[in-house]
């Protein structure tokens, strides 16, 4: 079946540190999504990316879907405290309702 | 409120009994799902939801897992003769007709002694 993994799954960082999260499909996607979990919360969806190639920005953050549409990753820019959570993506195939979420990135940010 | 409502937040059950776990899905929203999150892990599928289709049960762990959903709308989780095992924290999501952007609970924390 479809899996999505996700790299790394942990980082430490500085804060104003920038830090980068990689997210690879098994399968390609229709498109991708990415959550963020704070710590003792429920994930939040954050963004959509549906084309190939697409990059969309949200102030510090900017994330891409590939040309292939198998993977995707997450940029931040200049780390903030308020950043730490675990970041989701979740992907879905073509023809299939399902989200698979993929297995998750832990950010930590020293103040 | 307009968002996901779980009950209960949290449950705290001895081994061998069963609980039920409730999910009250935003309305108008069609589409439901369930997931189990272990501490510091990802979200493991357990079931899924869509109009009136035959749920996609692929993500249960055992047959001790069933969920229903009635009328459309509010869910409910099943756990028989819980193990220790099944300590986790279970999240339900819903999704509108047509978008599957999931809007999630804030879950109920299940702890099996």
């Known amino acids: 079946g479809q899996q999505v993994m996700q790299i790394p799954q942990y980082q430490h960082v500085q804060e104003g540190e920038d830090f980068t999260t990689y997210c690879n499909s098994s399968t390609t996607l229709s498109n991708i999504q990415w959550y963020k979990q704070r710590p003792g919360g429920h994930p939040v969806f954050l963004i959509q990316?549906?084309?190939?190639?697409e990059v969309k920005k949200q102030k510090r953050l900017t994330f891409q879907f590939g040309e292939a549409k198998k993977n995707s990753s997450l940029h931040i820019t200049a780390t903030q405290t308020t950043d730490v959570g675990t970041y989701f993506c979740a992907g879905r195939n073509t023809g299939f309702q399902k989200l698979v979420f993929g297995t998750g990135t832990r950010l930590l940010v020293s103040p | 409120g307009a968002g996901v409502s779980q009950s209960p937040s949290n449950k705290v059950t001895e081994k061998g009994k069963d609980v039920e776990l409730r999910c009250d899905p935003i309305?108008?929203?069609?589409?439901l799902y369930w997931y189990r999150q272990s501490l510091g892990q990802g979200l493991e599928f357990l079931i899924y939801?869509?109009?009136?289709?035959?749920?996609?049960k692929s993500g249960l762990p055992s047959d001790r897992f069933s969920a229903e959903r009635t009328g459309g709308s509010v869910s409910t989780l099943t756990i028989q003769r819980t193990q220790q095992e099944d300590s986790a924290v279970y999240l339900c999501?819903?999704?509108?007709?047509?978008?599957?952007?999931?809007?999630f609970g804030a879950g109920t924390r299940l702890s099996v002694l």
């Open positions: 939801f869509q109009g009136n289709s035959a749920p996609d």
């Open positions: 990316l549906v084309k190939s190639g």
């Open positions: 999501a819903s999704s509108p007709t047509g978008s599957i952007i999931q809007y």
């Open positions: 309305s108008g929203h069609t589409a």
